[in-house]
């Protein structure tokens, strides 16, 4: 089966991925690149989670996780803030491979004005 897909200037929708620590991780780093705001429902609470949310902050992102429920992210885009301080992912191997990447993005739009 073929499908022809057309290039559209913006992207809206709805994704729903099962419960899973990685998922949730993924979740809270896309959701603070993405710019404005984002919604992780049923996310997987937990240390990896909650370092990861620390240095999205760091970098810029504004993160409510006051629900257990439902995690509300407002996202920064690609203007991350240079960080105030280590970005410590703790033992998240998820958030150290992709916040690795996060951090150098920050550092080349910093060093490129």
Same mark, same amino acid.
């Given at each position: 089966?073929?499908? +022809?897909? #057309?290039?559209? #200037?913006?992207?809206?929708? &709805?994704?729903?991925?099962? =419960? %899973?620590?990685?998922?949730?991780?993924?979740?809270?780093?896309?959701?603070?690149? $993405?710019?404005?705001? %984002?919604? !992780?429902?049923?996310?997987?609470?937990? !240390?990896?989670?909650?370092?990861?949310?620390? *240095? *999205?902050?760091? +970098? /810029? $992102? #504004?993160?409510? *996780?006051? &629900?257990?429920?439902?995690? !509300?992210?407002?996202?920064? =885009?690609?203007?991350? #803030?240079?960080?105030? $301080?280590?970005?410590?992912?703790? &033992?998240?191997?998820? /958030?150290?491979?992709?916040?690795? =990447?996060?951090?150098?993005?920050?550092? *080349?739009? +910093?060093?490129? +004005?």
């Amino acid at each position: 089966m073929m499908y +022809l897909i #057309k290039p559209t #200037k913006t992207l809206q929708g &709805n994704v729903r991925i099962p =419960g %899973s620590k990685s998922g949730t991780a993924r979740g809270i780093i896309l959701a603070s690149l $993405a710019k404005g705001e %984002s919604r !992780i429902y049923n996310p997987i609470p937990g !240390i990896d989670s909650y370092s990861i949310i620390d *240095c *999205c902050r760091t +970098l /810029g $992102a #504004k993160i409510d *996780c006051s &629900n257990d429920n439902e995690w !509300i992210i407002e996202g920064i =885009g690609m203007d991350l #803030k240079a960080p105030s $301080a280590v970005l410590d992912v703790e &033992n998240s191997g998820t /958030g150290f491979y992709i916040l690795t =990447g996060d951090g150098a993005i920050s550092y *080349c739009s +910093l060093n490129s +004005l």
